[in-house]
């Protein structure tokens, strides 16, 4: 079992940046791979990064791709999320996701069925 918590989320301007992050308790996230997935109001969740925990590799979904930065400190168990250049249409809940599940370069682990443990989220909203 692993135990996860999300914090920094909150409100922020367009074009302003925050840093979420993703405490495990439980387990060392060193073992696990993790991701960020989002959900907005209305909307279903869906993926936004992706870190291995084999081979630390990262994946992002187009729509934050060079924007987003996931990384990892295994040392203090915890993953990161630094949101750069933010768009209101980023405002949404952010989750943290870890699974006992490698990948390697391809195939990186999207689905949030592929996930097993999950925070409790943490609000973004971006105001324009």
């Known amino acids: 079992q692993v135990q996860l918590v999300e914090s920094g989320g909150g409100l922020v301007q367009a074009g302003g940046s925050l840093r979420l992050s993703c405490a495990a308790s439980g387990r060392t996230v060193s073992r696990y791979s993790m991701a960020w997935f989002r959900q907005a109001p209305g909307k279903e969740r869906e993926f936004g990064a992706a870190?291995?925990?084999?081979?630390?590799?990262?994946y992002y979904t187009d729509s934050v791709k060079g924007r987003f930065t996931m990384s990892r400190d295994n040392a203090k168990n915890t993953v990161y999320l630094q949101m750069n250049s933010l768009k209101p249409e980023d405002t949404a809940v952010y989750y943290c996701?870890?699974?006992?599940?490698?990948?390697?370069?391809?195939?990186?682990?999207?689905?949030?069925?592929?996930?097993?443990?999950w925070g409790q989220g943490t609000q973004v909203t971006v105001s324009s």
């Open positions: 870190i291995s925990w084999t081979t630390s590799n990262t």
């Open positions: 996701a870890a699974t006992g599940a490698a990948w390697g370069a391809i195939n990186p682990l999207t689905a949030s069925r592929q996930y097993d443990y």
